[in-house]
């Protein structure tokens, strides 16, 4: 039936949402209500209403580049007169090649394959396949298990969720169904303080006493994204190199949050000078236009799993290096080399600074951080979600706060004014 005005057709989303559809991390019945999006634009959503948005959040930290982006929308459209999916089964194209090869021109060098897939969460259940195959493949099946820290978040799929924190974290109903892995506590040192050499003792001891069980060490490089919005100092990354080297385990990085440029760094890696053995990738690999995922190791990775029985990696998604998510990927690596990210993540770091310090003296605010264009504000107790989004929107900004944490992780291309309205509704949102 026709709806007239913009008020109706908005109600009818919305009613309709509620009835028919099930949002991430929301209950089926009686949800908060969701904000109807007609378009979106650079940095602004547009309502069906008509009210416009700063997005904060990059959908999620994946359009670094902004929304409808010509250069982008060019890259799908001109892939898509040529061909939108072939199976990559026996098959190749020129985008994936062309993809992996910039790729492995950016990331740490000694990285030297790329296994193409479809979501974050995907990205790392590969690495935890690679490294589990790679021990069977070398003899020693025993080393079977993944040692990471707490505090930490890689995914919601179920080997994903099996190394996100047990007790804290968003998957702690599923414990006793996931593989059992070893937990240490969350890097200690934050990012800009002295460094403590006791900030490792526990991972050295549990890495020195077991280390004949685990197969590798999955951790975030410096920034630890959904499971706390957690900054720790590169020299634990560094130290944690030295024990898998020392006690001879893989190392796997997720960079699916921190990667291209979101920390001041295009890898968070880099700020430790670290190679891992495994990188997962995601989110802004594709600007934001369509799920995608890059799982990198390196060689001796797949030389080992290609010399023992059955001889092949265990996995094959449908979607594998989609030529349309390639085509777009490696336009928006193009844009990222064109565009000065560098100098504006950190200008947005300076705005963020300054912005959101004055919420430290805020009642009930814990803590103020902020690393590249990532800005938190940790407060005491939960925040009320519905309070808090109702508050910025009223401010022009979208923002998704979570657990204890108000949060931004806006696109590098907003403006200097832009970014100041965000770290303003912020301020009033949590006064």
């Known amino acids: 039936m026709p709806l007239r005005g913009k008020k109706a057709r908005c109600d009818w989303l919305q009613k309709r949402d509620r009835e028919i559809l099930w949002h991430p991390y929301a209950p089926a019945e009686n949800p908060l209500s969701s904000y109807p999006v007609r378009e979106a634009e650079g940095v602004y959503l547009t309502l069906e209403d008509g009210r416009r948005l700063i997005d904060g959040m990059s959908s999620w930290w994946a359009v670094i580049h902004g929304y409808n982006h010509p250069r982008l929308n060019a890259a799908l459209a001109g892939q898509l007169e ?14 994936a090649v062309e993809l992996a090869e910039q790729l492995l021109a950016r990331v ?19 690495a935890i396949k690679m490294a589990l195959q790679f021990w069977i493949a070398a003899g020693r099946p025993s ?17 994903a969720m099996s190394v996100c924190d047990p007790v804290n974290g968003m ?5 006793d169904l996931l593989m059992p892995q070893i937990f240490v506590p969350a890097p200690g040192v934050p990012y800009g303080c002295d460094w403590d050499e006791e900030a490792v003792a526990e991972i050295a001891a549990t890495i020195a006493r077991r280390h004949g069980e685990i197969a590798a060490v999955i951790i975030e490089p410096v920034v630890q994204g959904a499971g706390g919005m957690r900054f720790y100092h590169p020299e634990y990354l560094r130290r944690v190199r030295e024990l898998c080297d020392r006690y001879d385990l893989l190392l796997i990085v997720d960079e699916i949050a921190t990667g291209f440029g ?7 890696c880099e700020f430790a000078g670290i190679t891992p053995d495994i990188m997962c990738l995601g989110k802004a690999l594709t600007g934001g236009y369509l799920s995608f995922a890059a799982t990198l190791t390196r060689g001796r990775v797949g030389e080992m799993i290609s010399a023992d029985d059955p ?24 844009l990222l080399d064109e565009f000065p990210w560098a100098a504006r993540v950190a200008r947005i770091e300076k705005l963020l600074r300054e912005g959101l310090e004055p919420c430290r003296g805020l ?3 814990r803590d103020v951080r902020v690393l590249g264009a990532i800005g938190v504000v ?19 900004v979208w923002l998704r706060p979570f657990a204890r944490l108000c949060y931004t992780m806006p696109p590098f291309v907003a403006t200097d004014d832009e970014i100041e309205k965000i770290t303003a509704a912020m301020r009033r949102a949590l006064a």
């Open 262 to 268: 979101r920390t001041g760094r295009l890898f968070a």
């Open 378 to 396: 940790e407060t005491v107790d939960p925040v009320d979600v519905a309070r808090i989004q109702s508050r910025v929107v009223e401010c022009g």
């Open 108 to 126: 740490p060098a000694g990285l030297e394959r790329v296994f193409f897939s479809d979501s974050g969460s995907v990205a790392v259940e590969i």
């Open 82 to 95: 040529k061909m939108a999916h072939v199976m990559f089964g026996g098959l190749t194209h020129a985008p």
């Open 171 to 175: 998957h702690h109903l599923f414990t």
């Open 363 to 365: 009642p009930g605010v």
């Open 143 to 159: 080393k079977k298990r993944l040692l990471t820290v707490r505090g930490g978040y890689h995914g919601d799929t179920f080997a």
């Open 311 to 334: 001889g092949v990696l265990m996995h094959g998604p449908t979607f594998m290096a989609n030529p349309l998510a390639c085509s777009v990927a490696l336009a928006s690596l193009e």
